[in-house]
Nanobody, 120 residues
């Protein structure tokens, strides 16, 4: 059974930092990409950052230069380092794993989310 467990959220003042972790277990397929998404109250969920199996990374314009996504393959964990946090970064953050086990076996899993609150 695939499990994604996020941690590292919390309350921080504007300008502060947090590091989110997404630990995966039970993965029995090839992971193509892992992404961090966020959803603020009353808003749609949006992609914040992603990292592919080759190590390529991408970021939403709103977090470029402030957030960094990375991975530790030995620990099956993906991180999101968030610096210079702003109140508008307040949201529930989710990790999402996309992968495949064959041409028609596509998988997608979401974590339960971790709350990030940035006070002004």
């Amino acid at each position: 059974q695939v499990q994604l467990v996020e941690s590292g959220g919390g309350l921080v003042q504007a300008g502060g930092s947090l590091r989110l972790s997404c630990a995966a277990s039970g993965i029995m397929f090839t992971i193509n990409a892992v992404g961090w998404h966020r959803q603020a109250p009353g808003k749609q969920r949006e992609l914040v950052a992603a990292i592919t199996s080759s190590g390529s990374t991408s970021y939403a314009d709103s977090v470029k230069g402030r957030f960094t996504i990375s991975r530790d393959n030995a620990k099956n964990t993906v991180y999101l380092q968030m610096n210079s946090l702003k109140p508008e970064d307040t949201a529930v953050y989710f990790c999402r794993v996309q992968g495949e086990a064959g041409p028609k076996q596509i998988y997608e899993y979401w974590g339960q989310g971790t709350q990030v609150t940035v006070s002004s």
